[in-house]
């Protein structure tokens, strides 16, 4: 049994690896894919938010590699919330204070050195959508381990 | 100390990526001329590393797993951290370009795929501190000592030679 963990968490491992590359070049290459879907004539937000997605998801695979890697000993399987809010949630502001004007609202009379500060500190999002991704991958926690049920019929 | 740990990893984490987002500034501020161009790359993706092995060991620390003493796991970090740092040797263009003219003779579509593969030297240090940074291994527990000296009045001193139990 313990052979069929291992051979699942390797099959993961790999999995994870092959995604990273997969995702990989398709951020390499995604001026040569929106080349090749421009006749479809999607928004430019939504183009945004694919490649800024695709990052995400690329840290997230990381994240996870890094869990399986380490071999924690789980009870059971959960996504631990506070991992993600504690490592998480500062590219995830950084995130929301770049796409919206929410940083105007909170400054008073921005001058236009305030506003090129925090447009050169909240513009990285392809770093904080990694940062926000290996927070989110290295949250998950699985177990490997056979099933124990709570209840036991007995004769 | 678990805490004043994670604390430190956080503010040093938004340090460093505060010098990476004014990275540009602080070199014009310091001079272009001053640095070499290389040394100029070469410190961003140090910056990078810095800022991303910060943030792994955050993780870390508030993973906890347990051990039973502070080490640096290679094992763990030759899974993980081979691959971004193979990429980022190959990354600066001299490697690649030797690479592409040595194994595909100089075409210009491989060089153009090669190039966009390997340019991405932000994601690459970022993958790489990462692992380096999810690599510690900090025991937090009080360090028991292997030998003891036990002494009772009127009796021989033993000296206790054990495994350590934590």
Not at chain 1, 15 to 40: E, H, T, V
Not at chain 2, 83 to 101: H, Q
Not at chain 2, 111 to 133: D, P
């Amino acid at each position: 049994m313990a052979e069929d963990h291992g051979k699942m968490r390797f099959i993961l491992i790999i999995a994870s690896f092959i995604n990273i590359f997969l995702y990989y070049s398709a951020y390499a290459y995604f001026d040569n894919i929106l080349i090749a879907i421009a006749r479809y004539e999607l928004p430019i937000g939504f183009l945004t938010f694919i490649k800024y997605f695709i990052i995400f998801v690329l840290g997230f695979l990381i994240g996870f590699l890094i869990i399986l890697a380490m071999r924690l000993k789980v009870s059971m399987s959960y996504f631990d919330l506070k991992v993600l809010l504690l490592v998480g949630f500062v590219p995830a502001l950084a995130i929301i204070f770049s796409y919206t004007n929410l940083l105007n609202l909170l400054v008073d009379n921005p001058g236009e050195t305030t506003v090129d500060l925090y447009y050169y500190f909240f513009s990285r999002t392809d770093i904080w959508s990694i940062w926000l991704g290996v927070a989110t991958g290295s949250s998950v926690r699985i177990c490997f381990s056979r099933r124990r049920y709570k209840h036991q019929a007995m004769d | 100390m678990r805490i004043f740990l994670i604390i430190v990893s956080f503010i040093n984490a938004l340090l460093y990526m505060l010098i990476y987002a004014y990275y540009d500034t602080i070199i014009s501020f310091i001079g272009t001329t001053a640095v070499s161009p290389l040394i100029q790359n070469f410190l961003k993706i140090a910056v990078l590393i810095a800022a991303s092995f910060c943030i792994g060991l955050m993780s870390m620390l508030l993973l906890a797993p347990g051990m039973r003493r502070s080490r640096f796991d290679i094992k763990n970090l030759l899974l993980l951290g081979l691959v971004p740092f193979i990429f980022l040797i190959l990354s600066p263009g001299a490697v690649t370009d030797l690479i592409a003219s040595r194994i595909f003779g100089n075409r210009e579509s491989i060089r153009e795929l090669l190039f966009y593969l390997l340019s991405r030297q932000a994601l690459w240090s970022i993958w790489f501190g990462f692992a380096i940074g999810t690599s510690v291994r900090i025991c937090f527990r009080r360090r028991r000592n292997k030998h003891s000296l036990s002494h009772t009045p009127g009796e021989k001193e033993i000296v206790k030679t054990g495994q350590d139990e934590s």
